[in-house]
């Protein structure tokens, strides 16, 4: 299965912003869910954001409570690119981004991380002074 490609994680100040990006392979947010995920250092991957197919409550978004207010979470149809747009970053946020889609084209929670598949190898955001 073709995996989806993360990019545009960094180095940030406490209160910086930061733009991810997520190249999917053709027609894949036409039809799959697709969620970003955090992974800090010694915890277990976590669902940060997760935006619904065009097929399925076509963009509708999921965020962390601790994302809310901060993230947004868009979609590219026609270039089949998911971003994660992150203001007001705090140390917390620091950790390993991965995009991923649902393996089957029905919605599931954005929490439930086994559900989903084609990971990419991540990118690296550190929220640090």
């Known amino acids: 299965q073709a995996l989806l490609v993360e990019s545009g994680g960094g180095l940030v100040q406490p209160g910086g912003s930061l733009r991810l990006s997520c190249a999917a392979p053709?027609?894949?947010?036409?039809?799959?869910?697709i969620g970003w995920f955090r992974q800090a250092p010694g915890k277990e991957r976590e669902g940060v954001a997760c935006?619904?197919?065009?097929?399925?409550?076509?963009?509708?978004?999921y965020y962390v409570d601790s994302a809310k207010g901060r993230f947004t979470m868009s979609k590219d149809n026609v270039n089949s690119t998911v971003y994660l747009h992150m203001n007001n970053l705090k140390p917390e946020d620091t950790g390993t981004y991965y995009c991923?889609?649902?393996?089957?084209?029905?919605?599931?929670?954005?929490?439930?991380?086994?559900?989903?598949?084609?990971w990419g190898q991540g990118t690296q955001v550190t929220v640090s002074s």
């Open positions: 991923a889609r649902t393996k089957e084209r029905t919605p599931v929670p954005c929490t439930r991380t086994r559900d989903f598949a084609a």
């Open positions: 053709k027609y894949t947010v036409d039809y799959y869910t």
């Open positions: 935006i619904t197919s065009s097929t399925s409550s076509d963009g509708a978004t």
